[in-house]
């Protein structure tokens, strides 16, 4: 599977870190895959390690865009256990607004 993961330009994780999210990401695409085999979205880590309102557990939050730059699903991915995927792109979607991989993020 050819998965392309980038981390959003604000964020500079360390190379471990960048290597776990790296990993996880790949679940994630395999997970969502599954569900939606049509689909070959790209994913952007949004930044470090936090909690939000909807998810009191640390986790790293994943955006995946479509070729359009529909962001169409979030990731929640924890240090520990299998990441968990949502079938919305979160405050992206929400707003309308697109996400050109390339131009918002860097490789991770």
């Known amino acids: 599977m050819n998965t392309i993961a980038y981390c959003i330009r604000s964020y500079k994780p360390s190379s471990a870190i960048r290597e776990v999210v790296r990993q996880k990401i790949r679940e994630v695409a395999e997970a969502e895959k599954a569900q939606n085999p049509q689909q070959n979205l790209r994913w952007m880590l949004m930044g470090p390690i936090h909690t939000s309102r909807s998810d009191s557990d640390e986790h790293w939050t994943a955006r995946g865009a479509a070729d359009d730059g529909s962001v169409i699903a979030t990731a929640h991915m924890y240090p520990q256990g299998r990441p968990v995927l949502y079938p ?17 993020g860097v490789p991770l």
């Open 88 to 104: 919305n792109g979160g405050r992206w979607q929400k707003k309308g607004k697109l996400m050109n991989v390339e131009e918002h």
